[in-house]
């Protein structure tokens, strides 16, 4: 980064010659609480950092606080620039950013391309408080697992880390040190926490915690969803990555803290039943790690825990322990546990309140907060606050793309998590641990037993307001996002210019709809297009709030349209369904209706199953298995799935890629190749027609791909 400072100083301020990025943000709730008077800026108190060489002139003026002003580069990504004057003259004030008017109401972060010469205001806040200085603003740093970390803003899922700092003023650094599939043990394991591995990794720079930490900070600790060993997964790599044991409690429910012990070899004396997928995972590690023992003498949940509480507390910086969110699963319409999901009455949770209260530390129950929620949008509305699967999936933006996504199986939707929240409900935990914060006795001492004690100097940096809102989706009812906002009493995530579209906004497409023709002008050589424009209403319709819906007068229109289309539709005189349920080896075909359907060499059973869907008003099953195509089988003559068909029909194929990307499915007739399609890592339905009798053959010409039915459709 590059900012050149030009000699000489204007009436208001030094000017300054300097270019940004894009970064757009805005806050504006902080007190007035300025001076008016000006004071000069001394030039050679001004560092010089280097820049492009596209640059605009800015004149700062500190409103009678500032003495210098002094800069920092700030790289957000998109290398934009933050500059801020040097301490107050006077005690208890704390700078608050620069403003385009005296008024304090048009805020600049230095992102924004200036055309001209501007004048840019100090804005100052009376600070109140004990012990603050504004030149040691803490940081604060994020240890957890993919319910904590920051995704992309295209994916429809998110992670309550990637939200906490929009409660935060400037002065506060939240670094999220946080990474999916993470458990308390792993983090350590992989030297997120300790330095002295050579695991690879990105968050804090590629540094563990310990390198960067300071005395005055804060270490933020949830894990839990990871170190849940009370299921038995048939990926042996969750237990030996990153599952960890409570331990047996003692008569009075309370689980043992046993320091982690005993660390083994990465590459000798390791399990028989551990894939070389984990052993390669687990070499990442260095020489030795931290083994699962199902036992808990080597190391118990409560134990590796500890190791942050004492790790936060020998650098000099405050721990705080947060409970894990809740999964979703009702029962009479509460959250219920059970084995890998938190356990039986949810026995990770109580053990890190367990923790929490035998060590003296602050306690945030993201937990209980989260259940709350859940359970306030009832088993009809919690899918709502939940990400989709797949989680990498982007049908546009955020709420807008999410709505769209769900249940649209051509969008790439293959069920909603239950895990894993999405970018509002995330933003919602986030604003319950700022609120936490703000509700704790945080400039004073937490409520604790003995002689340690926990001081929190950074309650004033929280925002009344965030300076970036998320909206929900359109799905969740109105009524549900008051009732569920209106938990908070510090903290307002309510995005004060949120709307909803207006009901008159789906009737005028629906009018629009049926001015193309009447319900008698459909039929089965225009039934596509009908169906067309029928999606195009719908969307227009599910666009709405749910509680906004009720007063589309005209809904039942789009109803009588859509099933008139669909009625239109030519019905198959025969259809020839194979499922991966019929499968039984390669040496066993399969006949229906006169159709064979026989597998090659390499062809496998596999336990991916598959939902239940609706194909041409036809209901088909969900699948307890899948059939797996190994891939390569243009090259690889024993990868495939033979079958013949009597003459013009359309062959149907629902599978799903094997892994997380794309992959590429093929339709020959012997040697000649009929098509390539697409495979989502969802669940993808693809058709073809293809208008000769013959022998043909559906293979992977990639990675591996799962098949759960192939469907043949003869018409008259």
Known sequence: MKIKFLAGITGLGLVALCSCGNQNSSRTNETNNSITSTTEIVENDVKVIEHSDSYYKVSFDTMGHGGNIKTEAIDKGNNSLAVKPSNPKEAGYKFCGWYKDKEFKNKYDFSEVLNGDITLYAKWKEYKGVGYDTNEAPSIYLAGDSTVQTYSESQYIGGWGQYFDLFFDEDVNVVNCARGGRSSRSFINEGRLFTGTTYSFSENGGKSIEESIEAGDYLFVQFGHNDDDTKDFEDTGYKYERMVPLGEPDANGIYPTIAPTNKQSTTANLPGDMTEKTKAEIAKYGDTYYAYDKTGSNGTYKGYLKEYIDFARSKGATPVLCTPVARVAFQDGKIVGGPGRHGDDFAYVKAVRQLAEEEQCLLIDNFEFSKKILEIATKDFSDFLMAIV???????????GYDNAYQNAAAGYDKMEATHYNKYGAYLTAAYVAESIINSDMNGIVKGKGDTKEYFNFV????????????????????KVNEIEGLFENVFPTDPNR??????????????????????????????SWLEYCKEARAVYESLNFDIRKDVSNYNDLVTYEAAAKAARPKAIKTVVLSADDFVDVNTPITSQDHIFSFADDIVTYNKKAAGFTFNEVEYGATSKS????????TNTKRYIEFNVEGKCEITIISSGGGETKRYIQLTKGA????????EPSQTVFTNVVDEAGTYR??????NIDVYYIIIEYYA
């Open 499 to 528: 709307t909803y579209i207006s009901a008159n906004v789906a009737i005028k497409a629906i009018d629009e709809l049926k001015a193309k023709g009447a319900i008698t002008d459909i039929n089965e050589t225009n039934y596509e």
């Open 627 to 634: 059939i797996r195509l190994p891939g390569n089988s243009s």
């Open 672 to 679: 000649t190749k009929i098509c390539d399609f697409d495979v």
């Open 390 to 400: 797949p989680n990498t999936l982007d049908n546009g933006p955020w709420p807008q």
């Open 460 to 479: 004033d940096h929280i925002l009344e307001n965030p300076f970036s809102y998320v909206n929900p989706s359109n799905r969740l009812s109105i009524s």
């Open 698 to 703: 559906v293979g992977s010409t990639g990675s």
